[in-house]
């Protein structure tokens, strides 16, 4: 009886331990930005049943959603729901299924389904960071490192190797990972030696609960890997020429007269210009390099003033052909270290002149740059800016009002500029009164016509708001105001309408009209995220209503012009491709060509005061240009085929560049003669 009942507590510990073991104890993530948290990641598993809650607030803003997936005896998903709302509050309601031979899936994005003899691994649209691992685990699996999924496309994994994150007792080996084909551009992602996701390192960090003081390790961890990464890429992508460079059979597109000229050939040297000159039937000397420019058009650089600059975007920006940025906000000791790479020339990208971002301490705070508690903590990270050669402060949403008239004096006092957002409870007006050099975003300034004084713009409502715009009067009295202001003031505009127009047109299942000459070129995980909806659209007439209010938002930009404000094209975006739109909607405005050019060109090089070297091609100026096939200035689409790119006298193609981040290029490079051997 005895030894029955020892047998029975034996069978009965053995079975309880095998149900933990098919039973994965719940895993907490944090989500993190500059350091604070601002979101979570809740995992629950029992078997091979996983539900999932995630959620995060930045800026007033973030996606929320929860999952619930059944895997197969492979770890392949063969049913997955996720629910909730997306970035900006778009809903999302996705759902794949395998069963009875026959896997379907639809998504904010796309719907299908497919006969196979067991489920394929399916991509979610909207699915939380965790899932990176799930794809992560399958890739790497294959012999190849490679992995085809659906909807379509393919996933790859390279491992970068083995590192050890944290100190002492709470270090944590785990091995690291390059993750394609999911998003614009590969994800690192770091597993633990059971295979277990341990953290994405992105522009936020997700990592495991309890090693949140392991923040600045990973983020220095991310820049090492991926920097090793971009390097080996500068040196394949970045072509320097000891010798002269002759460009032939080119026509030079002149900001000052609004038009191109003659036929010519361009020569620089070590970086700058040195001869413009009609073209003609003499040869090209043997110890040049030739490029051929087969009748293209030489724009100098092209300007994005709104950038948040990250180790990719150099390259979406050369091979846009932008080789000057103005970031808005950033890490500061990130954007320190990636503006000292690019300048040695060992990373890819364009000039970065920084503003210093300073916001208010609220729940809805955005993690960049400086969260001062106090106006006297404020000032001083004013001149911590000064000291380090920042263009101009720019002040953010949860910014007590009343601190930004001693801000700007001080920023002025110091040779800065004051430019930013409208703070929460506040006006465009009252900001431009304190002293607002430029006032940042287009909804910024017009939100100032649309709200009331007790509304929060600190959330999405910055956006939705924007639908009130359709019944706009531009010529009443309070858009009037506003616009004599600014003249009284010279204060401008950084209009980012490229993004306005993503966020408030962008629809289910659609390929948006912003996107729409590059989207098919992009690798299929971004190609679906961008066919979605930022906001929710309830009916035909909600829809019809955002579409008339953006286009008062276009009138509006065709308006400042002709009151002679100042406009900065800026896209809030990283890949290029936006300020590309950017300028197409400012001709959309009422602008020709040509006038877009010139301010994205020579004006925005003068506002920077940078106009000596930059802005124009033209003998003795920096060599920052690209070529184009046929006239940008009479034909702004012309942008989108962009044959070769110039960066301080160093020659990139967009086609190598584009290959880099698995984009199907646009054009082929212009034929290149090298100098003959003495």
Same mark, same amino acid.
Request: hydrophobic share 40%; aromatic share 6%; glycine share 8%.
């Given at each position: 009886?005895?030894?029955?009942?020892?047998?029975?507590? =034996?069978?009965?510990? =053995?079975?309880?331990?095998?149900?933990?073991?098919?039973?994965?104890? !719940?895993?907490?993530?944090?989500?993190?930005?500059?350091?604070?948290?601002?979101?979570?990641?809740?995992?629950?598993?029992?078997?091979?049943?996983?539900?999932?809650?995630?959620?995060?607030?930045?800026?007033?803003?973030?996606?929320?959603?929860?999952?619930?997936? !059944?895997?197969?005896?492979?770890?392949?998903?063969?049913?997955?729901?996720?629910?909730?709302?997306?970035?900006?509050?778009?809903?999302?309601?996705?759902?794949?299924?395998?069963?009875?031979?026959?896997?379907?899936?639809? $998504?904010?994005?796309?719907?299908?389904?497919?006969?196979?003899? &067991?489920?394929?691994?399916?991509?979610?649209?909207?699915?939380?960071?965790?899932?990176?691992?799930?794809?992560?685990?399958?890739?790497?699996?294959?012999?190849?490192?490679?992995?085809?999924?659906?909807?379509?496309?393919?996933?790859?994994?390279?491992?970068?190797?083995?590192?050890?994150?944290?100190?002492?007792?709470?270090?944590?080996?785990?091995?690291?990972?390059?993750?394609?084909?999911?998003?614009?551009?590969?994800?690192?992602?770091?597993?633990?030696?059971?295979?277990?996701?341990h953290a994405v390192l992105e522009d936020s960090i997700v990592v495991r609960a309890g090693h949140e003081g392991d923040y600045a390790d990973l983020?220095?961890?991310?820049?090492?890997?991926?920097?090793?990464?971009?390097?080996?890429?500068?040196?394949?992508?970045?072509?320097?020429?000891?010798?002269?460079?002759?460009?032939?059979?080119? &026509?030079?597109?002149?900001?000052?007269?609004?038009?191109?000229?003659?036929?010519?050939?361009?020569?620089?040297?070590?970086?700058?210009?040195?001869?413009?000159?009609?073209?003609?039937?003499? @040869?090209?000397?043997?110890?040049?390099?030739?490029?051929?420019?087969?009748?293209?058009?030489?724009?100098?650089?092209?300007? *994005?003033?709104?950038?948040?600059?990250?180790?990719? !975007?150099?390259?979406?920006?050369?091979?846009?052909?932008?080789? $000057?940025?103005?970031?808005?906000?950033?890490?500061? *000791?990130?954007?320190?270290?990636?503006?000292?790479?690019?300048?040695?020339?060992?990373?890819?990208?364009?000039? =970065?002149?920084?503003?210093?971002?300073?916001?208010?301490?609220?729940?809805?705070?955005?993690?960049?740059?400086?969260?001062?508690?106090?106006?006297?903590?404020?000032?001083?990270?004013?001149?911590?800016?000064?000291?380090?050669?920042?263009?101009?402060?720019?002040?953010?949403?949860s910014l007590d009002p009343d601190w930004l008239a001693p801000l700007a004096a001080e920023a002025h006092a110091l040779g800065l500029r004051a430019?930013?957002?409208?703070?929460?409870?506040?006006?465009?007006?009252?900001?431009?009164?304190?002293?607002?050099?430029?006032?940042?975003?287009?909804?910024?300034?017009?939100?100032?016509?649309?709200?009331?004084?007790?509304?929060?713009?600190? #959330?999405?409502?910055?956006?939705?708001?924007?639908?009130?715009?359709? *019944?706009?009067?531009?010529?009443?009295?309070?858009?009037?105001?506003?616009?004599?202001?600014?003249?009284?003031?010279?204060?401008?505009?950084?209009?980012?309408?490229?993004?306005?127009?993503?966020?408030?047109? #962008?629809?289910?299942?659609?390929?948006?009209?912003?996107?729409?000459?590059?989207?098919?070129?992009?690798?299929?995980?971004?190609?679906?995220?961008?066919?979605?909806?930022?906001?929710?659209?309830?009916?035909?007439?909600? *829809?019809?209503?955002?579409?008339?209010?953006?286009?008062?938002?276009?009138?509006?930009?065709?308006?400042?012009?002709?009151?002679?404000?100042?406009?900065?094209?800026?896209?809030?975006?990283? =890949?290029?491709? $936006?300020?590309?739109?950017?300028?197409?909607?400012?001709?959309?405005?009422?602008?020709?060509?040509?006038?877009?050019?010139?301010?994205?060109?020579?004006?925005?090089?003068?506002?920077?005061?940078?106009?000596?070297?930059?802005? #124009?091609?033209?003998?003795?100026?920096?060599?920052?240009?690209?070529?184009?096939?046929?006239?940008?200035?009479?034909?702004?689409?012309?942008?989108?085929?962009?044959?070769?790119?110039?960066?301080?006298?160093?020659?990139?193609?967009?086609?190598?560049?584009?290959?880099?981040?698995?984009?199907?290029?646009?054009?082929? @490079?212009?034929?290149?003669?090298?100098? #003959?051997?003495?």
């Amino acid at each position: 009886m005895k030894s029955s009942r020892i047998i029975l507590a =034996i069978v009965a510990f =053995i079975a309880l331990g095998s149900a933990r073991a098919a039973e994965a104890p !719940s895993v907490r993530y944090t989500v993190m930005a500059n350091g604070e948290t601002v979101g979570r990641l809740d995992v629950e598993r029992r078997r091979r049943e996983i539900r999932i809650d995630y959620a995060v607030n930045d800026n007033g803003r973030g996606p929320a959603v929860k999952e619930t997936l !059944s895997l197969d005896e492979r770890g392949v998903p063969i049913a997955w729901t996720i629910e909730g709302h997306s970035l900006m509050g778009g809903a999302v309601d996705e759902k794949m299924s395998f069963a009875g031979g026959v896997q379907r899936w639809h $998504s904010q994005a796309d719907q299908g389904e497919l006969s196979l003899p &067991r489920a394929k691994l399916y991509v979610g649209n909207d699915a939380s960071p965790w899932a990176l691992g799930l794809y992560l685990r399958q890739a790497k699996s294959s012999p190849s490192g490679a992995i085809d999924v659906l909807p379509a496309g393919q996933l790859t994994a390279e491992r970068l190797g083995d590192v050890t994150v944290g100190q002492g007792a709470a270090a944590t080996p785990v091995q690291a990972w390059l993750l394609a084909g999911v998003a614009r551009t590969p994800q690192l992602v770091l597993l633990d030696q059971d295979g277990e996701l341990h953290a994405v390192l992105e522009d936020s960090i997700v990592v495991r609960a309890g090693h949140e003081g392991d923040y600045a390790d990973l983020k220095k961890l991310a820049d090492s890997l991926l920097r090793r990464q971009l390097e080996a890429i500068q040196q394949r992508v970045a072509h320097r020429h000891d010798a002269p460079v002759r460009i032939r059979r080119v &026509r030079v597109f002149d900001p000052v007269a609004g038009r191109t000229g003659e036929p010519s050939s361009v020569v620089f040297f070590r970086g700058r210009i040195t001869t413009i000159e009609p073209e003609s039937d003499a @040869p090209t000397p043997p110890d040049q390099v030739e490029i051929d420019g087969e009748g293209g058009t030489l724009v100098a650089g092209l300007h *994005d003033m709104h950038s948040h600059s990250n180790l990719w !975007s150099g390259l979406f920006y050369l091979a846009a052909g932008v080789t $000057s940025v103005r970031d808005m906000g950033n890490e500061n *000791d990130f954007l320190a270290g990636l503006m000292q790479g690019i300048d040695a020339g060992v990373l890819t990208g364009p000039h =970065i002149i920084p503003s210093g971002f300073i916001e208010g301490r609220t729940p809805y705070s955005a993690r960049l740059g400086f969260i001062p508690d106090t106006l006297q903590e404020a000032l001083a990270d004013v001149h911590w800016y000064a000291d380090r050669g920042y263009l101009q402060i720019k002040t953010y949403n949860s910014l007590d009002p009343d601190w930004l008239a001693p801000l700007a004096a001080e920023a002025h006092a110091l040779g800065l500029r004051a430019v930013g957002h409208v703070p929460a409870f506040t006006t465009p007006d009252r900001m431009l009164e304190a002293g607002y050099d430029e006032v940042t975003h287009v909804n910024q300034l017009m939100l100032g016509w649309l709200l009331d004084p007790d509304e929060d713009t600190r #959330s999405p409502l910055r956006l939705t708001a924007m639908a009130r715009a359709a *019944d706009l009067d531009l010529a009443g009295p309070r858009v009037r105001h506003t616009i004599d202001l600014m003249k009284s003031k010279a204060a401008g505009l950084d209009t980012t309408i490229s993004i306005v127009e993503q966020l408030m047109l #962008s629809r289910a299942g659609a390929v948006p009209e912003n996107a729409a000459a590059y989207l098919d070129h992009m690798p299929i995980g971004y190609q679906r995220y961008r066919r979605r909806s930022y906001v929710n659209i309830r009916d035909a007439a909600e *829809d019809a209503r955002y579409r008339a209010a953006f286009d008062k938002v276009v009138e509006t930009i065709g308006l400042l012009h002709r009151e002679g404000i100042a406009l900065w094209p800026g896209t809030d975006d990283t =890949i290029g491709f $936006s300020l590309h739109r950017e300028l197409e909607l400012y001709v959309k405005a009422g602008l020709t060509p040509a006038e877009a050019l010139r301010i994205a060109t020579l004006d925005c090089d003068r506002h920077l005061g940078r106009d000596q070297l930059h802005g #124009s091609i033209a003998r003795g100026k920096a060599a920052d240009f690209f070529l184009v096939p046929g006239d940008p200035s009479r034909d702004i689409t012309a942008l989108h085929r962009i044959r070769m790119v110039v960066k301080d006298g160093v020659v990139y193609f967009p086609a190598e560049l584009h290959a880099a981040l698995g984009i199907r290029p646009f054009a082929t @490079p212009p034929s290149v003669r090298l100098p #003959s051997a003495r």
